[in-house]
């Protein structure tokens, strides 16, 4: 079964440009959530999908947004960038099947804003 | 405030040596994962525990969960230079589905 891909793996913006990110579940996974990853704080939650909809937001600016299409693929979206929206932005997908409630990771994307 | 604290955040130690790390909560979790992590890439799944009191085993990786369901610790036997990397846990609300919180984690370092 193939895993979570997240595309790209890279990415180099400058400070007010305006970024998309992509990430595919794995099959059968209706369940999406964002996370940013900097040295400084860790994994930070940013948002969760489920059918469609946002179900859980974390504590990020409205630069940060998302959305999920019918087939579960999810893109982020971060506007006006700024130099500390440098992380790995990590998507993970689950079955959210209890009660283990298990999330599978994808390789990242790496943003640098300069 | 941080809802999941892991100790120690660095570890050093020679191949063949013990080690445990720790994950303390004062909330009580639906289920609890511990990941590893190496870097450039997204964290794997290890394991996952749900009963209080649950331990499970991976080759030489041995995870427990606390019997009040708030705390969890990992165990490596004979730590091999492959065990090096970045070890998080995670803890899930059934009621929050979908969000995971996690620790700050633990950087191990195992030397040849």
């Known amino acids: 079964k193939a895993g979570v891909t997240q595309t790209p793996r890279y990415l180099i913006k400058t400070r007010g440009q305006q970024v998309t990110l992509s990430c595919s579940p794995i099959?059968?996974?209706?369940?999406v959530s964002w996370y940013q990853q900097t040295p400084g704080q860790g994994l930070q939650f940013l948002f969760e999908y489920f059918s469609e909809t946002q179900r859980n937001k974390g504590n990020f600016p409205g630069r940060f947004s998302g959305r999920q299409f019918s087939n579960s693929r999810s893109e982020m979206n971060v506007s006006t960038l700024e130099l500390g929206d440098s992380a790995l932005y990590l998507c993970?997908?689950?079955?959210?099947?209890?009660?283990?409630?298990?999330?599978?990771f994808g390789p990242g994307t790496r943003l640098t804003v300069t | 405030t941080q809802l999941l604290e892991q100790s120690p955040q660095f570890l050093s130690i020679q191949e063949g040596e013990n080690l445990t790390v720790y994950c303390n909560s004062s909330?009580?979790?639906?289920?609890l994962q511990w990941y590893r992590q190496e870097p450039g890439e997204g964290p794997v799944l290890l394991v996952t525990?749900?009963?209080?009191?649950e331990v499970k085993k991976l080759k030489r990786l041995t995870f427990q969960f606390g019997d009040a369901r708030k705390d969890s610790s990992l165990h490596i036997t004979a730590a091999q230079t492959g065990d090096t990397g970045l070890y998080l846990c995670a803890g899930s609300f059934r009621t929050n589905a979908g969000k995971s919180t996690f620790g700050d984690g633990t950087t191990l370092t195992v030397k040849p």
């Open positions: 525990v749900v009963t209080g009191g």
């Open positions: 909330s009580v979790f639906s289920s």
């Open positions: 993970a997908s689950s079955k959210l099947a209890e009660p283990s409630l298990e999330q599978y």
């Open positions: 099959s059968g996974h209706r369940s």
